[in-house]
């Protein structure tokens, strides 16, 4: 078998030492690896398959000879390295905003739109975390009874804005305890006991950006492009896991019972709900798996055709890494690379 020199933008962060655990747990076949950075971390040690390796601060050399590079460095980063990357032949997949709505850059979520891989020019650009739980959950439904609108409202864990933010959730509820006062770096209002309804920077018609990446990337990776998404993006004081309450309005009538049907054998897809039992998925529980998990199926009493849902999924997992290692492997298959 065919193995890969691959590099790692970002290898320190909280995605970027996730994509280390996942391409570790399913064997991925790597001849080299790479561990990149900023100058802050060039030097630390980082342990993979039990050998030590040192991270770089990345220059244009840094992607000499690279096969698959993997990027977690911030959108900014993103746009500065990944034509660079490119240029020198790798293949970046990008888990960034920068170039997700380009449209010769395909937008992949393997359980959706696994073919679109083929359209690549150097550059595969993997969804924000919201989205890609949530088109996991409802392609198949969209398949079989065309959903034409889709209100959302997220509950999502500090992780996803980082490893400083991670750091903010912990030492301001510590404070809390302490009778000491600690205010948030990088969230942008206090996290501990609280729940922040904004998530990136506002835009001019009053949505955030990350909830209008929820509508654009949607649209993008199904293939639908009239489908209708308003969700409103709300940060929670979890570390892992982001939760989602979805409602659907379909073309066509769906029971919850043919729901559970669809999605029963739909790839990356658990249903967890026995609500008479207590079962439903919660993010706690999510924590380091790879799917997404569906609860509280029923049918929503606002819309004629509708149906609501309870979505889960680890956001550094299926919400990043495991995606992005999942497209490496699509490309594999492909011999895209
Ligand atoms: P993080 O924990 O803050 O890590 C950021 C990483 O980027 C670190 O490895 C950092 O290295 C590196 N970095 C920062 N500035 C750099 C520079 N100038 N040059 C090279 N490397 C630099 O953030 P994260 O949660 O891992 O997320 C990283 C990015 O991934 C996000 O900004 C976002 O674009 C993307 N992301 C995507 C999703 C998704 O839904 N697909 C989810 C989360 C994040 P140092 O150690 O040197 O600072
Ligand atoms: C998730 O550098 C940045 O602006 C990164 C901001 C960011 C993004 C993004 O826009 O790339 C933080 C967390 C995402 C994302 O997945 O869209």
Not at 84 to 95: Q, R, S
Not at 307 to 328: E, F, P, Y
Request: proline share 6%.
């Amino acid at each position: 078998m065919k193995h890969y020199n691959v590099a790692i933008l970002g290898a320190t962060g909280a995605v970027g030492r996730t994509m280390l655990k996942v391409l570790e747990e399913r064997d991925f076949p790597i001849e080299e690896l790479k561990l990149l950075a900023s100058e802050r971390s060039a030097g630390t040690e980082i342990e993979f398959r039990g050998n030590k390796y040192v991270v770089e601060a990345v220059t244009p050399e840094s992607f000499e000879g690279i096969d698959i590079a993997l990027f977690s460095a911030g959108s900014s980063r993103s746009k500065i390295w990944a034509p660079i990357a490119a240029e020198k032949g790798a293949v970046v997949i990008d888990n960034s905003s920068a170039f997700r709505m380009e449209p010769d850059v395909p937008l992949v979520v393997p359980e959706v739109n696994p073919d679109d891989v083929h359209l690549h020019k150097g550059i595969i650009a993997n969804p924000n975390c919201s989205t890609i739980q949530m088109v996991v959950a409802l392609y198949p439904i969209h398949k079989k009874k065309k959903i034409k609108r889709i209100i959302v409202s997220t509950y999502q864990a500090v992780s996803g804005a980082g490893a400083k933010a991670i750091e903010d959730l912990e030492k301001e509820t510590r404070s809390k305890f302490e009778g000491k006062h600690y205010y948030p770096e990088v969230l942008p209002a206090s996290i501990a006991f609280n729940v922040i309804p904004r998530i990136d920077v506002f835009m001019e018609n009053g949505y955030t950006k990350e909830e209008l990446k929820m509508l654009n990337e949607t649209r993008k990776i199904m293939h639908a492009p009239d489908i209708k998404v308003s969700a409103t993006c709300v940060r929670v004081p979890v570390f892992v896991g982001h939760s989602e309450s979805v409602t659907i309005e379909t073309e066509e009538p769906i029971t919850p019972e043919e729901a559970r049907e669809i999605l029963k054998d739909s790839p990356g897809v658990i249903i967890e709900d026995d609500p008479e039992n207590n079962v439903y998925p919660m993010p706690i529980d999510v924590e380091g798996k790879d799917d997404v998990f569906v609860g509280r199926i029923r049918k929503d009493l606002a819309f004629e055709n509708g149906l609501s849902m309870w979505v889960v999924a680890d956001n550094l997992r299926k919400g990043a890494a495991t995606n992005a290692v999942q497209i490496a492997e699509v490309l594999i298959k492909y011999a895209l690379v």
